[in-house]
């Protein structure tokens, strides 16, 4: 089940595990915190997120940039998973609203930081007929982990501590483990070195990669926030103490999938995986518009959960394929940064059609949206070959 799985794709696996076992020990928690303990508003909650997750975004463009142009990777990334890791834990020491915004701020930097070099130094370990396995693979750990963190923050809740901001020093535990095993486990791979050229044409996309990036942004901009489905699960009956049982359902069916899509698109080729999941996305949204009932939900959430485990490595192992080693980070610079700048129009987008028509036109939107970019990514990649070539090693 595992062969093929590499040393560094293994620990970076466990890393992510870890990592987000840490911080969902706290994101669920942070809204209770901000506008129950330390008094703020829900604009302001609005605004650390939006704040964190743009600077995010960013910052994985410069990174992914700046990686190709030094010999090592890890270096970013330990520096990365480091910052996050060790100023997380410190909102347990906030007392107003904005000292959480400045350890959110400088937990998304760390994020910025580690992505597009992580990514990178995924596929430089992995022989390129097993990108997908690989990053279906760091997928799952990485859900497992968002399942873990929220379970144990409330088995601690329930039973050991009564105080938020413990939970809040415990997430440092694991995060610190996290750290340890890039320092001590993780081992750079060798890469060429991309020229230190900073004009503008030097930075962009390469011109073979830039259609697959549009495409994406096309997408992305369909894909709205997930909070919307469980807004949209509580319109139809979920009742809020079911909620979190949904999610953690959700967050196991991507878990489940991630590495079989994964191991599928090494064998038939990434595009048609990527464009069977964005069918699978646009039938969840029709779904989601024309939901009745509650039972609706659960299977729409479990048949949304696949559209995750069929795109997310996949689309990752497919840009892989397509970029030279000397511009991987470059690559998974601007994927992430699409991916992450898209995602706020699209929610802001959704939420307007949502208030001003009705959630089920917003989802049709989302939906169609979806259908047009799978079509364009069919268009755009017929003449260009659907499987990895399983004979390339990685570097």
């Known amino acids: 089940m595992f062969s093929g799985i590499g040393a560094n794709v293994l620990i970076l696996g466990l890393v992510s595990f870890l990592t987000d076992v840490s911080s969902e020990m706290i994101y669920p928690l942070l809204p209770l915190f901000v506008t129950g303990v330390l008094g703020a508003g829900p604009a302001f909650l609005g605004m650390i997120e939006g704040v964190a997750e743009s600077t995010a975004a960013l910052l994985k463009l410069a990174s992914g940039i700046a990686c190709d142009r030094i010999r090592g990777r890890k270096g970013l990334v330990l520096f990365g998973y480091a910052l996050s890791s060790l100023s997380r834990p410190l909102i347990a020491l906030a007392a107003s609203p904005l000292a959480v915004l400045a350890v959110r701020f400088s937990d998304r930097v760390g994020k910025g930081i580690r992505t597009s070099p992580r990514d990178a130094l995924i596929a430089d370990s992995t022989a390129a007929g097993l990108r997908g396995k690989a990053f279906g693979f760091h997928r799952s750990l990485d859900h497992a982990g968002a399942i ?25 535990l694991p995060g610190v483990l996290a750290v340890a095993l890039i320092a001590f486990k993780v081992r750079d791979v060798a890469h060429p070195v991309s020229s230190g050229d900073l004009r503008a044409a030097a930075l962009a996309p390469a011109r073979h990669i830039r259609g697959y990036l549009l495409i994406l942004l096309l997408f992305t901009l369909g894909n709205s926030s997930d909070a919307f489905l469980l807004l949209r699960a509580g319109q139809l009956g979920v009742a809020p103490a079911r909620i979190p049982l949904l999610w953690t359902f959700f967050h196991v069916v991507k878990m489940c999938s991630a590495m079989p899509f994964g191991t599928l698109s090494d064998r038939i080729g990434r595009r048609g995986v990527i464009i069977a999941g964005w069918a699978v996305y646009t039938i969840a949204y029709a779904g989601f518009a024309l939901a009745a009932a509650e039972w ?19 689309e990752k192992a497919y840009l892989a394929d397509l970029a030279a080693p000397a511009e991987r980070g ?66």
Not at 297 to 312: D, H, K, Q, V
């Open 148 to 172: 873990v963190g929220p379970l144990l923050a409330t088995a601690l809740m329930a039973w050991f501590v009564a105080d938020l901001r413990t939970v809040f020093w415990l997430a440092a």
């Open 296 to 314: 609706h939900i659960w299977l729409l959430f479990a048949w949304y959960g696949l559209f995750y485990g069929m795109t997310e490595g996949v």
């Open 330 to 395: 470059n690559a998974f610079g601007w994927y992430n940064c699409a991916v992450g700048v898209g995602a706020l129009p699209a929610s802001l987008l959704f939420g307007a059609i949502w208030q001003r028509f009705s959630p089920q036109a917003a989802f049709s939107f989302g939906a169609g949206l979806a259908c047009l970019a799978a079509l364009c990514l069919f268009a755009w990649s017929r003449s260009r070959p659907s499987a990895p070539k399983t004979t390339t090693p990685g570097p």
